[in-house]
């Protein structure tokens, strides 16, 4: 059983800085992606930033040179740096790990800016 925690959202004025964690526990192979999505209302969950297990990285056009994404797989911990935080990043975040087939979700964490 495969187990997604996050923790580190809440609230920043733009400008500010948040860090997302998020830590997998059960049958972990280091050969995986984990990522960050974020999900608005009444939109589709769209992806943030990914890493595969060997460190390649893929961020969404909105947020690269802002965010920063990365893992520690011997902790299998994956986080989000977020710099310079606008409003159009408020959203809840959803941690993600891709495990051959399978995809498991963590249960979100909300991050709000506010102007």
């Known amino acids: 059983q495969v187990q997604l925690v996050e923790s580190g959202g809440g609230l920043v004025q733009a400008g500010g800085s948040l860090k997302l964690s998020c830590e997998a526990s059960g049958t972990i192979f280091s050969m995986n992606v984990m990522g960050w999505y974020r999900q608005v209302a009444g939109k589709q969950r769209e992806l943030v930033a990914r890493?595969?297990?060997?460190?390649?990285?893929n961020y969404a056009d909105s947020v690269k040179g802002r965010f920063t994404i990365s893992r520690d797989n011997a902790k299998n911990t994956v986080y989000l740096q977020m710099n310079s935080l606008k409003p159009e990043d408020t959203g809840v975040y959803y941690c993600h790990l891709q495990l051959t087939l399978t995809n498991y979700w963590g249960q979100g964490t909300q991050v709000t800016v506010s102007s």
């Open positions: 890493v595969s297990g060997g460190g390649v990285t």
